[in-house]
C-alpha cells in the first residue's frame, strides 16, 4: 500500500542529491518542524504534547502519535543515534499512552498547517495528504486560484535530466539541497517552460496552442487562450501546414506574475509580451517588436531587459497596458558582438548582470549592477553578497554556498544556451578577483556540448539553460 503522506503512489517521491531518503525519514522530517512549529506558536501546546512514532504493522503506514509530556522524556532528535528498538517507535503500549493523532484538534493541526505552508507548500501537501481529518483542518489549494502566492512553490526548480520517464520531472529544492521527483501526467502532449519565478510551470498544448499555467505540487491547473491568437496573418499563413514551425514561433521566454491576478508571457521569436487574467477570452499585447532577452516576475511585478534599459509591466486600470522604464542601462548592449544582460532576484534584490564582449581573444567582462527602483537607475555593486548566480539566455538562478558546498560565492556560472557557449566564454567566474576557468569539452547531449566534471553545478547550469521540454506521450 502506498504511503499517504507522500499522496499515492503515483505522485511523488523524495530523495537527496547523493541518497534517497524512505517514506518514514520524510515523514519524521516533517513531524519534527510541524512541532518546531507548534512551539513557536504556542509553547502551552507543545509543552503538552510529544510526537513519536511507531510502525502499525497491520497497514504498513506510518501512524503518528500524541504522548503526554513527561519530565524525564525528551523530543528524539533525527541526527542522535539510536537502538534498533529505540523510543522513536515505541510498539508496547504498556509504558505508553497511545491516542488516536486526528483527535489532535483544529488548533494546533491549523498552527502546523500554517507553519508548514509559510515554509514550503511542498511539506504542506504532504502534511495534507495524511488523513481527511488533517484536511479538513488545513486550506484547500483547489478552491483557490493557481495565482494565489501562498501556494507557489518558490524555492523548487526544474532540474534538467536524459531519460526521465515520460511525465516525471525531477525538482530540486535551492534553499535545502534536496530533491523531489513529481509525476506530472498533466505534461502529456505539451511543450513545457519554466519554472518561473513564482515555481510555476507554462505549458503549449501542442494541438490546440492552448496555453496553461501549473503548479506542479498541487497540481492546479489554469486554462489560458490559444497562443495563436497572437500570431500576425503572415505568420498564420506561413505556419499553417507547418506544425514544427508554429510550435517554434509560440516558444515562451519568459513569465510570470505582472499583478496579483494578472499573468504575463514572452514569446521571443515573435518579439512579443502579453498579459492576461483568469477567465480573459483574448490576450492583450503589451509590446510588440521590441528585441527582449530575460524576462522574470520579481515582488509580483513582471521585469524584462532591452538592449537600453530595464522595463516593467504597468497594468494601471487609467492607461492601458506597457512597458514603463524602470533604469536605464549604462551603456546599450552590442547584439551584434553578442553582449548579453541578465536579470535574477538575489536575496530579495532585482540584480542585473551585464555580459560585455571584451574582443575575440578575450575573457568576457561581467559587471554586476542593483536595480534600485526608487532612484530609477541600477547602482554598481562588488560581488554578489556571498552567493552564486546562474544565467542563462532565459533564466537564471541565485543559490547560497552553504546550500551547495561545491559552489563558490560571489561566483558567476554559465548556463550551456549557445550564446553563451564562445571560444572565450569562460565559467565559472569569481567576481572578487576577476578569476575564471575556461570549460572542458567532453562529448555532447543531443548536439548541445558537455562540460566536466559533472557536479551540482553542472546541474543547475542546465536548469537556467533554455530549451523547450518536449514530454512523450508514450
Not at 176 to 199: I, M, Q, W
Not at 233 to 243: G, I, K, M, S, V
Request: glycine residues 6%; hydrophobic residues 35%; contains cysteine.
Amino acid at each position: 500500500m502506498a504511503n499517504p503522506l507522500l499522496g499515492g503512489e503515483s505522485s511523488t517521491q523524495w530523495y537527496s542529491p547523493s541518497t534517497r531518503l524512505s517514506a518514514h525519514h520524510k515523514w519524521y522530517v516533517t513531524v519534527r518542524l510541524s512541532l518546531q512549529f507548534i512551539s513557536q506558536s504556542s509553547p502551552p501546546i507543545a509543552n503538552q504534547t510529544q510526537l513519536f512514532l511507531r510502525r502499525d504493522w497491520t497497514n504498513q503506514l506510518q501512524i503518528p502519535v500524541l504522548e503526554t509530556n513527561r519530565s524525564t522524556q525528551q523530543i528524539p532528535t533525527w541526527e542522535a543515534k539510536r537502538a534498533r528498538s529505540c523510543a522513536l517507535c515505541p510498539l508496547d503500549p504498556v509504558h505508553h499512552e497511545w491516542r488516536d493523532w486526528t483527535n489532535l484538534g483544529d488548533g494546533p493541526a491549523g498552527l502546523i498547517a500554517d507553519g508548514l505552508l509559510t515554509n514550503d507548500v511542498a511539506d504542506y501537501m504532504c502534511f495534507r495528504a495524511v488523513c481527511r481529518t488533517w484536511r479538513l483542518w488545513s486550506t484547500d489549494p483547489r478552491k483557490h486560484g493557481v495565482l494565489d502566492r501562498r501556494f507557489h512553490p518558490r524555492q523548487w526548480i526544474m532540474v534538467r535530466q536524459k531519460g526521465s520517464p515520460a511525465c516525471r520531472r525531477d525538482f530540486m529544492n535551492v534553499s535545502a539541497g534536496y530533491c523531489r521527483y513529481v509525476n506530472l501526467p498533466e505534461l502529456r502532449g505539451h511543450d513545457v517552460f519554466g519554472p518561473t519565478t513564482e515555481g510555476l510551470l507554462v505549458l503549449l498544448d501542442r494541438t490546440t496552442w492552448v496555453v496553461r499555467i501549473l503548479n506542479p505540487f498541487t497540481r492546479q491547473v489554469l486554462d489560458l487562450p490559444p497562443a495563436t491568437t497572437l500570431l500576425s496573418c503572415n505568420d498564420l499563413e506561413l505556419t499553417d501546414f507547418r506544425n514544427n514551425l508554429r510550435r517554434d514561433l509560440l516558444q515562451v521566454s519568459g513569465a510570470g506574475l505582472a499583478a496579483d491576478s494578472t499573468i504575463a508571457v514572452h514569446f521571443r521569436e515573435i518579439r512579443t509580451v502579453a498579459i492576461i487574467k483568469p477567465g480573459d477570452v483574448k490576450w492583450t499585447v503589451v509590446d510588440r517588436g521590441r528585441s527582449i532577452l530575460p524576462a522574470l516576475s520579481f515582488a509580483g511585478r513582471f521585469y524584462c531587459a532591452t538592449t537600453e534599459a530595464v522595463m516593467v509591466v504597468e497594468t494601471s486600470t487609467d492607461q492601458p497596458p506597457r512597458l514603463a522604464i524602470v533604469a536605464k542601462l549604462n551603456r546599450p548592449f552590442s547584439r551584434m558582438m553578442m553582449d548579453t544582460v541578465h536579470l535574477v532576484e538575489n536575496d530579495g534584490e532585482l540584480t542585473l548582470v551585464d555580459r560585455e564582449c571584451k574582443g575575440s581573444r578575450n575573457p568576457r567582462k561581467y559587471e554586476v549592477y542593483r536595480v534600485d527602483m526608487h532612484a530609477r537607475k541600477i547602482v554598481p555593486v562588488h560581488g554578489l553578497g556571498g552567493r552564486a548566480v546562474f544565467i542563462g539566455i532565459e533564466l537564471a538562478l541565485s543559490v547560497s554556498p552553504s546550500v551547495f558546498s561545491s559552489v563558490n560565492a560571489d561566483t558567476i556560472y554559465l548556463g550551456f544556451d549557445e550564446m553563451l557557449r564562445g571560444y572565450m566564454d569562460y565559467s565559472p567566474i569569481n567576481l572578487m578577483d576577476g578569476t575564471s576557468e575556461p570549460r572542458r569539452f567532453k562529448g555532447s547531449r543531443n548536439g548541445v556540448p558537455l562540460y566536466g566534471p559533472q557536479g551540482v553545478d553542472d546541474c543547475l547550469s542546465w536548469s537556467v539553460t533554455g530549451y523547450r521540454d518536449e514530454s512523450n506521450d508514450n
